[in-house]
């Protein structure tokens, strides 16, 4: 049958995200590099392949393009969270600089 290739590579995509979305949950940003690869192994082999014109892999492909793109939603959103702690920390860390300059010539100017 023609498309069991297929099959066989979009549930590996499948197991994929699967394992992407542990990763991203418990920050294993290792874990994610090599998923990232085994990503585009598969992505690179399902091209290689062709189309398939089999009607019954349609489900199939339809949840993965919904699982692929929500890991997607999750990395970015978390993206956007981690770049929104970071400017916070360093805003925090500059105000606490200047206050410490103020406190410095402060002290000096108080002598």
Not at 43 to 67: C, I, W
């Amino acid at each position: 049958m023609q498309s069991e290739p297929h099959e066989s590579l979009f549930r590996r995509l499948l197991d994929i995200t699967s394992k992407a979305r542990r990763a991203a949950h418990e920050v294993d940003i290792d874990a994610l590099i090599l998923l990232t690869k085994e990503h585009d192994y598969v992505m690179d082999k399902l091209n290689r392949t062709g189309f398939s014109k089999d009607p019954d892999l349609l489900d199939l492909v339809k949840e993965v393009h919904d699982q692929v793109g929500g890991i997607i939603a999750e990395i970015r959103k978390r993206r956007d969270e981690i770049g929104r702690e970071l400017r916070t920390f360093v805003e925090r860390k500059r105000m606490a600089g200047a206050y410490a300059q103020n406190a410095w010539s402060a002290t000096i100017c108080s002598k």
